[in-house]
Nanobody, 120 residues
Framework: QVQLVESGGGLVQAGGSLRLSCAAS????????MGWYRQAPGKQRELVAT???????NYADSVKGRFTISRDNAKNTVYLQMNSLKPEDTAVYYC??????????????WGQGTQVTVSS
């Protein structure tokens, strides 16, 4: 069984920074895309940032210039450095991975989520 476990969430004042981490564990053949999504109460889950195994990144317009996604392929870990945080960044942040547990078995995997709260 493969799991994604997030860490690094918490409470921070506007303008501050947080660094989220997500580590995959279990029997893993490969992980192609990894990323971060977020969901605020009463809103749809939205993409924040993604990164491929080759290092290609994509960001939501709302976080460009403030957030940076990175990954360590050897550790099957993805990070999200969040700077200049705004109250509207408040949400539960979910880690995502496109996981191959075997050559022929590929599926989307989600972490349990970590709360990020930005106070004004």
């Amino acid at each position: 069984q493969v799991q994604l476990v997030e860490s690094g969430g918490g409470l921070v004042q506007a303008g501050g920074s947080l660094r989220l981490s997500c580590a995959a564990s279990g029997i893993i053949f490969s992980i192609n895309a990894m990323g971060w999504y977020r969901q605020a109460p009463g809103k749809q889950r939205e993409l924040v940032a993604t990164i491929t195994s080759g290092g290609s990144t994509n960001y939501a317009d709302s976080v460009k210039g403030r957030f940076t996604i990175s990954r360590d392929n050897a550790k099957n870990t993805v990070y999200l450095q969040m700077n200049s945080l705004k109250p509207e960044d408040t949400a539960v942040y979910y880690c995502y991975g496109a996981v191959r547990s075997t050559l022929l078995h590929e599926y989307d995997l989600w972490g349990q989520g970590t709360q990020v709260t930005v106070s004004s």
